[in-house]
Each structure stands twice: as structure tokens, then as C-alpha cells.
């Protein structure tokens, strides 16, 4: 078995392996002396797990993933070629960033009732012998080195380049992001070839971090179809592409009321979630109806809005 010196916080059996509780393959885990400079939460779709990379640019996925709700430590932050911003949750264990929502350091660690294992806060050493050639080993959880001052200095170090790093990114977002005036009517022929692209990729497949054109996830689907229907350069992720354009509808400023067709354009952008954090989009094709890439079990798919699951963000791009 492959040991990997993970960063999570809490039990190893928030981990799922192909749908398998991960305490059954990853007992244990090699030591990882580190600093936090962070903490996260996975927010993916509810009850999926986050794929696990080997690297932040063309990694490959490791077989497990990270579940949805679960807090982790993260060790670096990186970039990749695209612009999108990837943490570093063990040795070579990367994970997208925009999967995940910031939480305070003193967040308590999430933890499994069926698992018996202990969630340790500090790495207890073993003497490694020749004889046995037993590596040292503890239980999956989190691991943390009693403050000095020189370790102080070093996690102060990695928060200001990770606060670089993540202020360089939004910064070339922005640029590329940075929203036009739009005009009272849209353009048909955008709308249009829109349309029929969209419809065009119903029945594609779903993959999570693929770019097009044989499969899709929600927010590359959204880049595609905007890219070769109207030329516009939308950005990659959905934490960027709710920033760009006019908001013609938000739940909170709409008093819970669910959007109405009546309010909506064809080439609408529909976004599920918060603002910050929002996990879900779609692109609106008229008559009440939105084509997405939904999940890896339903692929591409032309869906009616009901009030059970309506929009709660609509941004207009067009």
C-alpha cells in the first residue's frame, strides 16, 4: 500500500474509496511534520466525494476522495496553467479550491461515530528498528508540532506567500473577468447560437475537470458554449464566472421567492448556492428550461426549473 502523509483534520474514515469507507484501506499513515497555513471545508455536491490530484497541473487522480463536509489543513497553495487555485493537503495530495470554503483554525475536527480511531493533535514517535523495518506510524488525523518561535516564523512565511498566491489569481481573474455594461436588449444572434449550442452537448458526459468538447462539468460546460456560440471568454470556475455580469436575480434580495421565467433571458447564467460559495451552474435556454452538466450519474442534461430546486443566483452576460 502507498503511504501519503495526509493533512486531514478528523478521522481517516472521511475519506471514501469508490464508495468504500477509507479506514478500510488507509489505516495509517506516515508522520507529516508541517504547519497550517489554512483550513477548509469540502463544499462539493452534498453526499459526493472531491477527487484527490497527485500534482495541481495534469496530476492524476489518486483513487480516493475527500468528503463533502469534511475540514482539512492545507500545506501550500499553487496556481495552475489555467488560473485555477489548487491547495496541498499532504505529501504530493492536491485538491481545487474552488470545491472548498475557508474556516477559522480552531474549527473543530469532524469526526466518525463507527470508527474508533483517535483524532491526534500531536505525532507520537516510534523508533524505527532494522529488524522489523517498521515505519513509524500513527492514526490518519491531524498533525501538529508544539509553537516555537522559529515554527511561528515559518507558518507566518507560508500565510503571506499563500495570501500572495491567492491575491495574484484573483487579480488576473478580474482582469479577465471584468464585467460590461449591458445593453437593454440582447444581441439574438448571440442568443441564438447560444441555444443551440447548448442543446448540442445534451447527453455528453460528466467529468469533474474536464475542459470540452467530449465532456464537461458545469462551469467548463458554461466557458464552451459562450467561447464557440458567442466569442465571448467567460472565466473557468463558478467562483469566478458569478462575478461576472449584471445580477438580475438573487434569492436573499428577492425574499426567498423562487426566480420566475418572467424575470429571466435567454443566455442566463442560473448559479445555486451563495454568492461566495456558489457550487452549481447553468445556462438558460428559454421556456423555463436550463441546460447543465449535473452530475457524473446524469452527464449533460436539459432540465425544467421547479420551485424544489430553483436557481438562487441569475447572472446576465449578454
Not at 518561535?149 to 515559518?154: G, P
Not at 495574484?168 to 444572434?189: C, F, L
Not at 442568443?191 to 460528466?206: H, S
Not at 464552451?224 to 436575480?249: C, E, H, I, S, W
Request: proline share 3%; with cysteine; glycine share 8%.
Amino acid at each position: 500500500m502507498t503511504k501519503h502523509k495526509l493533512f486531514k483534520l478528523g478521522a481517516a474514515a472521511a475519506l471514501t474509496v469508490t464508495g468504500v469507507s477509507a479506514i478500510t484501506s488507509l489505516k495509517t499513515a506516515r508522520a507529516a511534520n508541517f504547519t497550517a497555513i489554512k483550513r477548509v471545508k469540502i463544499n462539493y455536491l452534498p453526499g459526493k466525494g472531491l477527487n484527490i490530484w497527485t500534482n495541481y497541473n495534469k496530476g492524476k487522480f489518486m483513487g480516493y476522495r475527500a468528503k463533502d463536509g469534511t475540514i482539512w489543513n492545507v500545506a501550500e497553495t499553487a496556481v495552475d496553467k489555467k488560473g485555477n487555485l489548487w491547495y496541498k493537503v499532504g505529501t504530493r495530495e492536491w485538491i481545487e479550491a474552488r470545491y472548498t470554503v475557508d474556516v477559522g483554525m480552531d474549527t473543530p475536527a469532524s469526526t466518525n461515530a463507527k470508527t474508533k480511531d483517535k483524532v491526534t493533535n500531536v505525532a507520537t514517535k516510534k523508533k524505527s528498528t532494522a529488524k522489523n523495518g517498521v515505519n513509524n506510524v500513527i492514526s490518519l488525523g491531524t498533525v501538529t508540532k508544539k509553537s516555537t518561535k522559529k515554527s511561528e516564523a515559518t507558518k507566518a512565511a507560508k500565510v503571506k506567500k499563500a495570501k500572495q498566491i491567492v491575491d495574484a489569481a484573483v487579480k488576473k481573474t478580474s482582469k479577465k473577468s471584468t464585467t460590461k455594461k449591458v445593453a437593454s436588449t440582447q444581441a439574438p444572434s448571440k442568443a441564438g447560437a447560444i441555444v443551440a449550442l447548448a442543446k448540442q452537448q445534451v447527453g455528453k458526459p460528466y467529468a469533474w475537470g474536464a475542459n470540452g468538447p467530449d465532456s464537461f462539468d458545469c462551469s467548463s460546460l458554461v466557458q464552451y458554449v459562450f467561447k464557440n456560440a458567442a466569442g465571448m471568454n467567460l472565466p473557468r470556475t463558478t467562483y469566478d464566472q458569478v462575478k461576472v455580469g449584471q445580477t438580475v436575480y438573487q434569492k436573499s434580495q428577492a425574499n426567498g421567492q423562487p426566480v420566475s421565467a418572467n424575470n429571466l433571458q435567454v443566455g442566463d447564467l442560473l448559479f445555486w448556492g451563495s454568492e461566495s460559495s456558489p457550487y452549481h451552474v447553468a445556462i438558460y435556454i428559454g421556456n423555463n428550461q436550463y441546460v447543465n452538466a449535473a452530475t457524473p450519474e446524469q452527464g449533460t442534461i436539459l432540465q425544467t426549473m421547479t420551485s424544489y430546486f430553483a436557481p438562487t443566483i441569475v447572472k446576465r452576460v449578454l
